[in-house]
Every structure is written in structure tokens, then in C-alpha cells.
């Protein structure tokens, strides 16, 4: 979907955040811009996390192809992602359905099944919500998750000279949205949200700025550039099995983890199976601007204002 008058996600986000002038005393501490708002109570000793996702039948998703079950899984994965790009635990959810004509009450069963079954896994409860009747099948889902005050991992933190690393190997959901089977499928359908891993690069790596994966390493990585003020020198990530290099540089929805670290800290080669792989350096330069093998890289990532991403096959974004 595209959207006239606007240039990107992006430049509509910037143009909201100008509108809306923080109220004083209001004890947020980190407004519009990152993975996660910041909430701090006075005298508090953790930080309380919340973000908000949408999921639209025909944008995120299709009825035709992909089940109930499915969908509420990612509903809920989506957010527990913002969730582990702070390094912060999750506590509770709340989801708010838009059931359209088509879905009946064994949809709606299943939804809740595989939101509920991710969020058992999680330990996050599901608090409460609203139902209503809509065109399009749409739900929102809101995660509050907490960190150590002071502790949480932002866009805004890296510094010139730390190295960037991303989580496992990227591409695979847009290499799934193609083939419709098979292992790559059930990740695009499935996302595991890196929960203990966003915590072990708070707690024990010491990262300096993290992000979640959502639209692609190109335009994501230009996002946390843009928020440390800073431009990226890279070489090519790790590329999921069968995946392109191009699905890997702008396909969305793989959900892992990219991390900058100041050098010198040590990074283990894996966390629990997932590869961690250092692939650039944060530079000073045009803020924003990401070389990739000394080229500047497009961010050609899903963006919902200007359409698909235009380097794979991606035909929604989640
Ligand atoms: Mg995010």
C-alpha cells in the first residue's frame, strides 16, 4: 500500500513527533522514535517499556494463507520483539480484535490459541483488550515489559568506532513469503522474538544501542544510524540458506537482533545457538548514510508509505 503525499514512514514519524510536544512530568522518558516508549515512575527502580503493533489482514497478512493460529502468534511476536531490542522482560499485553465478516468463531478461537500459547512461553499475561466488527480483519496489540532503570537498550547509543553485530541469519522470511513451504516458511509464519538474548546483551555484553529486525537490515540500520547521529560502514550480513543476498539486505520481518558494541567488549560467537556476527563499524559521516562494501547502500526496506520492499519478494510486512 501506498500512500500519496507522503515521502516515507519515516518522514510521516518525524512529522507526528513534532506535533506532539512532550507533556511535562509525565514521567515518559522516551517518547516517539525508538523500538519501545520509556515510562519512569519517580523513585522506581525499573524502567517500564511499552509498544504498540498493528496487524492488517491483506497488509501484514492473508486470510487465504496464512491460519488463525498463525497470525496470533505474530500479533504478539511483533511487540515481544520491540521488547527484546530493549534488553527488558515482558510483563503483560493487551489486544484489541477487529473481527471481520469472514472470520467466525473458530478463527477467533484459533487466534487467540497461538497468541496465547507465545505468550505461556513468554510469560507475558494477556491483561484485556476490545473486540469490535470491521472491513478488514485488524488487530493491535500493545506489550509492556519492564527493565532496570537507566538500563534499557536504545537506538540513540551507539558511538563512532563500535562495532555493529546482528542476530542469526537474515532473509528468511522474505525467502518463506516466496516459497510458501518449507523451514524458511514456517519462520515468516512463527518469529521467535530474541527475548534472552536482547537480556544478555543488556546484562552481560554491555551493548551500547540495539534495535529489532522488523523491515530489513538496509533501512533499519539507517534508523539507528539516523538516532546515534551517525553514518555505518558494513560487509554483507549472513544470509538465511536459499535466501538472496537481497532478501537478506532488505527483506523484513526476520525479527533478530542488530547491536552495537564499543570495541573491546567481548561478544561470544553464538548465544544459544544464534549466531552473533559482527558485520561494521559505526563511523562519522552523513548521519543515516550505511556503506556496504564501500557502496552506499539503499535503504530499500519495507516501508509501509512508499510500498514493498523493493529488493525481494516481499509482499507484506509484518
Ligand atoms: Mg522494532
Redesign the pocket.
Known amino acids: 500500500m501506498s500512500m500519496k503525499g507522503f515521502e516515507s514512514e519515516q518522514a510521516l514519524v518525524e512529522r507526528i513527533r513534532r506535533m506532539a510536544a512532550p507533556v511535562r512530568g509525565s514521567g515518559v522518558v522516551l517518547g516517539i522514535g525508538d523500538?519501545c516508549a520509556m515510562f519512569r515512575q519517580r523513585g522506581a527502580s525499573e524502567d517500564l517499556l511499552f509498544?504498540t503493533d498493528l496487524l492488517v489482514e491483506d497488509v501484514h497478512f492473508q486470510a487465504e494463507t496464512h491460519r488463525a493460529g498463525d497470525v496470533g502468534w505474530k500479533a504478539l511476536a511483533r511487540g515481544l520483539?520491540?521488547i527484546a531490542?530493549m534488553g527488558g522482560e515482558p510483563r503483560f499485553c493487551l489486544v484489541s480484535l477487529a473481527v471481520a465478516k469472514w472470520a467466525g468463531k473458530a478463527w477467533v478461537d484459533g487466534f487467540y490459541r497461538g497468541l496465547l500459547r507465545l505468550a505461556e512461553r513468554a510469560r507475558v499475561t494477556l491483561a484485556g483488550g476490545d473486540l469490535a466488527q470491521g472491513e478488514k480483519l485488524t488487530c493491535d496489540i500493545v506489550v509492556c515489559g519492564s527493565a532496570p532503570r537507566g538500563e534499557a537498550l536504545r537506538r540513540d547509543g551507539a558511538r563512532k568506532g563500535d562495532l555493529i553485530y546482528v542476530s542469526g541469519r537474515l532473509g528468511g522470511s522474505a525467502l518463506g513469503l516466496e516459497r510458501g513451504k518449507g523451514t524458511a516458511w514456517r519462520r515468516h509464519l512463527r518469529p521467535e522474538p530474541r527475548l534472552a538474548l536482547g537480556r544478555f546483551l543488556r546484562e552481560v555484553v554491555g551493548a551500547s544501542a540495539a534495535?529489532?529486525l522488523?523491515d530489513g537490515v538496509s533501512l533499519d540500520l539507517r534508523r539507528l544510524c539516523l538516532a546515534s547521529n551517525l553514518a555505518a560502514e558494513i560487509r554483507m550480513p549472513p544470509v538465511f540458506p536459499g535466501a538472496t543476498g537481497q532478501q537478506a539486505l532488505h527483506g523484513g520481518e526476520d525479527y533478530e537482533l542488530l547491536f552495537t558494541v564499543a570495541p573491546g567488549r567481548r561478544v561470544p560467537r553464538a548465544f544459544e545457538g544464534i549466531p552473533l556476527t559482527e558485520i561494521g563499524v559505526m563511523r562519522i559521516g552523513p548521519p543515516g548514510s550505511v556503506l556496504l562494501e564501500g557502496e552506499l547502500l539503499e535503504p530499500l526496506g519495507y516501508d509501509h508509505f512508499r510500498g514493498k520492499s523493493k529488493g525481494s519478494n516481499v509482499r507484506m510486512k509484518s
Request: charged share 40%; glycine share 0%.
Open positions: 523500538d509498544t520483539s520491540d531490542a534495535m529489532d522488523s
